[in-house]
């Protein structure tokens, strides 16, 4: 099984998917601050003077991590950031869901107005699940595969 | 371990660097540590020949004087986005009392309306964000002409203009 999971291959795929999934949710947000702002004081629950400062940092932490993912640099590390990103994220939602919000989730900015809800929870259960495994089998050796 | 904590502030501070340094030079900046509740306002422009400012790409903000000037030009619908107890004890005459908490699409009073009419939302003060968030709502239903009134129903008692309900 875990040579399997360290396949060379496996571990690409995830790559690239978490690289593109952050690429466009970064530039997404990056394109109309505005909104993406907006819909962070949506969740209600960060303190007015943090919502901008979450705004302008947020997505170009995606975006430049997700670069660097694609290139294979720092792949661990990386995965640890947004595996910690996802965490945060499911745990909003979940709050959300719970507080009964009906708000749209901003997680890529203007393009998707999903709301918050458990499909939400499970695509990012989903990328967090990757993140775990390039975190813990990005530099292990798949002897034979 | 140290390099590894090293690389993982590397990998989250430049990043936010960068951002900040866009958010410098970009005409669509916010400011960086914002202590208004009030929704982040863009440019001066003109609503049917009165001043006003842009809240996010479709939705005016006016202040209640400038709400009562053009209410002299044209016939305009009062919407409050507050609670109904709220409403009840202070309101806008003839205005219309759309809970932004329990909005609903198939709502009859929203029903009701038409949508090419000239709509005014407000809430309580500057410090409340139901007008916008009922605003975007009802932009997403297709109203037309919107426009929320940035100091609420505190800014325009302030300037006496006449309201109704049950408090003095």
């Given at each position: 099984m875990t040579?399997i999971l360290a396949s060379?291959?496996l571990i690409i795929i995830s790559q690239l998917i978490l690289a593109?999934v952050f690429?466009?949710?970064?530039?997404?947000?990056?394109?109309?601050?505005?909104?993406?702002?907006?819909?962070?004081?949506?969740?209600?629950?960060?303190?007015?003077?943090?919502?901008?400062?979450?705004?302008?940092?947020?997505?170009?932490?995606?975006?430049?991590n997700?670069?660097?993912l694609?290139?294979?640099?720092r792949k661990k590390e990386i995965a640890g950031i947004f595996g910690f990103l996802l965490f945060f994220f499911i745990v909003?939602?979940?709050?959300?869901?719970?507080?009964?919000?009906?708000?749209?989730?901003?997680?890529?900015?203007?393009?998707?107005?999903?709301?918050?809800?458990?499909?939400?929870i499970y695509e990012n259960v989903f990328l967090f699940i990757l993140c775990l495994h390039l975190y813990f089998f990005s530099d292990k050796?798949a002897?034979?595969? | 371990?140290?390099?590894?904590?090293?690389?993982f502030?590397?990998?989250?501070?430049?990043?936010?660097?960068?951002?900040?340094?866009?958010?410098?030079?970009?005409?669509?900046?916010?400011?960086?540590?914002?202590?208004?509740?009030?929704?982040?306002?863009?440019?001066?422009?003109?609503?049917?020949?009165?001043?006003?400012?842009?809240?996010?790409?479709?939705?005016?903000?006016?202040?209640?004087?400038?709400?009562?000037?053009?209410?002299?030009?044209?016939?305009?619908?009062?919407?409050?986005?507050?609670?109904?107890?709220?409403?009840?004890?202070?309101?806008?005459?003839?205005?219309?009392?759309?809970?932004?908490?329990?909005?609903?699409?198939?709502?009859?009073?929203?029903?009701?309306?038409?949508?090419?009419?000239?709509?005014?939302?407000?809430?309580?003060?500057?410090?409340?964000?139901?007008?916008?968030?009922?605003?975007?709502?009802?932009?997403?239903?297709?109203?037309?002409?919107?426009?929320?009134?940035?100091?609420?129903?505190?800014?325009?008692?302030?300037?006496?203009?006449?309201?109704?309900?049950?408090?003095?």
């Amino acid at each position: 099984m875990t040579k399997i999971l360290a396949s060379k291959y496996l571990i690409i795929i995830s790559q690239l998917i978490l690289a593109i999934v952050f690429i466009v949710a970064g530039i997404e947000k990056i394109s109309d601050q505005t909104i993406f702002a907006t819909k962070i004081s949506n969740y209600k629950v960060f303190p007015i003077w943090s919502i901008n400062f979450i705004a302008i940092s947020l997505p170009w932490i995606e975006l430049i991590n997700g670069v660097l993912l694609i290139y294979g640099i720092r792949k661990k590390e990386i995965a640890g950031i947004f595996g910690f990103l996802l965490f945060f994220f499911i745990v909003l939602i979940f709050i959300s869901i719970l507080r009964g919000l009906d708000i749209d989730c901003g997680c890529f900015g203007t393009i998707d107005s999903i709301k918050v809800g458990y499909a939400k929870i499970y695509e990012n259960v989903f990328l967090f699940i990757l993140c775990l495994h390039l975190y813990f089998f990005s530099d292990k050796k798949a002897n034979g595969i | 371990m140290r390099s590894k904590i090293i690389t993982f502030l590397t990998l989250i501070i430049l990043p936010i660097i960068i951002g900040l340094a866009y958010n410098s030079i970009t005409p669509f900046g916010l400011n960086i540590f914002h202590t208004n509740k009030k929704h982040f306002e863009s440019s001066s422009l003109l609503f049917h020949g009165i001043n006003a400012t842009k809240v996010n790409s479709d939705i005016f903000s006016l202040i209640s004087k400038d709400v009562w000037k053009l209410n002299d030009r044209h016939i305009i619908v009062f919407i409050d986005a507050r609670d109904p107890w709220e409403y009840s004890k202070k309101r806008i005459a003839n205005s219309i009392n759309i809970p932004q908490f329990s909005f609903d699409l198939n709502d009859p009073k929203l029903l009701a309306l038409n949508k090419e009419n000239l709509f005014v939302i407000y809430c309580s003060s500057e410090d409340c964000d139901l007008s916008f968030l009922l605003a975007k709502e009802l932009k997403r239903a297709k109203f037309k002409n919107l426009a929320i009134m940035k100091d609420g129903i505190e800014g325009w008692k302030n300037n006496g203009l006449p309201m109704e309900g049950c408090e003095p």
